[in-house]
């Protein structure tokens, strides 16, 4: 079983593959097309190397309670696997009722799930964030909206 230290130099090891990955096929792209993504790899590289040398210095804790390590191990699946539930919630919920109606539920469902409980903030708060997002991708992007099932059926 892999402590939190082995878990973490892996992670720094697979994402500093996937940097270096991205930044060499990127190089194949046009150099206006090009500039992001290379940017976004070495800051990533440099991410993930810088947290890797701080692991490697850290010692290993041998008297870390394997019982408490499974624990949380299933905290952190539990809390993966929510994301991803709701996540998967939403993509078919926008497909039913339409991304802004979807895009305001899961803002406020969001909000609420993680503790917030005023309405008079939640709700202008998720109306305000669905709006944005509307007009940047919609409107100044000009990404096609995805269809919805409930406005086919009207």
């Known amino acids: 079983m892999f402590n939190e230290r082995s878990k973490d130099i892996l992670f720094c090891s697979l994402t500093f593959i996937a940097a270096s990955a991205v930044l ?36 290993a804790d041998p008297t870390a309670d394997a019982e408490a390590e499974k ?7 539990a809390g993966f696997a929510k994301v991803v539930i709701s996540i998967l919630a939403y993509t078919g919920l926008m497909l039913v009722v339409g991304f802004p109606l979807a895009t305001f539920l899961f803002l406020s469902l969001t909000m609420v799930i993680s503790g917030e409980r005023r309405p008079l903030l939640v709700l202008p ?23 919805a099932l409930l406005f086919e059926l009207i």
């Open 24 to 59: 060499i096929t990127s190089f194949s792209y046009q150099p206006a097309s090009a500039y992001f993504p290379q940017l976004l790899a070495i800051f990533i590289a440099i991410l993930a190397v810088t947290l890797g040398i701080n692991r490697l210095k850290a010692s």
């Open 71 to 77: 624990s949380r191990d299933l905290a952190d699946l």
């Open 125 to 147: 708060v998720a109306l305000g964030l669905t709006g944005l997002l509307y007009f940047l991708f919609f409107w100044f992007l000009g990404v096609y909206p995805p269809e």
